[in-house]
């Protein structure tokens, strides 16, 4: 930054043709589309305070990025079509995950039969990319289950008797939170095995928590009928 011209001017003396040049400059220097990308968004929001507080009228860093350099960056794929292909291979003839083969292929495969005009089929991306949002999204409301029971359910001395949802939320909080991490943060190896090791578990365990909550839902209600219809003291 310190070789660039641009790094000597105050900021008062930036102009929005010099915001320009200078982006331009660092992507015929070799920088990728999204370095330039980065360094814009750096500078926009600390140039903007400078319009903030009367240091300058504009922002010379407020225009489309798009418009000033080319855009060359390429889209990563999760896994290509054979990639895809061979992991459903590997699972089906493996001989630990082999009884997770159903459960992989129902949650990559688009659901319903195929009806005239045939939909697009989705890419095996898109259906692994489902199968884990699914997942993502199953575990993400089991865990705030699981926050909720640990407050509600906490004893309230030393003699109680621990109720079973505190206990579960004991066992079960930090894992699932690691489950989550995985797929947020994970390789796609690593979230790939996620699915295939506990896809048939999640299924179960987002059945489980339907059933739960339309327990919780007719108990309150049966409460609620029970308080309406006690006779005034």
Not at 19 to 48: E, H, M, N
Not at 92 to 103: G, I, L, M, S, T
Not at 212 to 221: E, S, V
Request: glycine content about 4%.
């Amino acid at each position: 930054m310190k070789k660039e011209d641009f790094y000597y001017k105050k900021i008062g003396d930036v102009k929005t043709s010099d915001a320009k040049l200078f982006l331009i400059k660092l992507q015929q220097d070799g920088k990728r589309y999204s370095t330039v990308k980065t360094v814009r968004g750096v500078l926009r929001p600390a140039f903007q305070m400078a319009v903030d507080d009367d240091v300058l009228h504009k922002n010379p860093f407020g225009f489309e990025l798009a418009g000033v350099v080319v855009n060359d960056s390429v889209t990563r794929e999760a896994l290509t079509r054979d990639q895809m292909r061979k992991f459903l291979k590997f699972v089906h003839d493996d001989n630990v995950y082999c009884k997770y083969y159903e459960v992989v292929y129902i949650l990559w495969k688009p659901p319903g039969k195929a009806k005239k005009p045939k939909p697009r089929q989705k890419s095996p991306e898109e259906q692994f990319q489902e199968a884990k949002n699914r997942c993502f999204r199953i575990l993400a409301d089991y865990l705030h289950l699981l926050r909720v029971w640990r407050k509600e359910y906490a004893p309230h001395s030393p003699e109680e008797v621990f109720h079973p949802r505190f206990v579960e939320a004991l066992q079960k909080q930090s894992h699932v939170e690691y489950l989550l991490d995985v797929l947020l943060f994970g390789e796609i190896e690593e979230q790939a095995a996620l699915i295939t090791d506990y896809g048939k578990d999640v299924i179960q365990l987002e059945q489980r928590m339907a059933e739960l909550a339309a327990t919780d839902a007719a108990g309150t209600k049966k409460h609620h009928e029970r308080h309406a219809a006690a006779p005034e003291r």
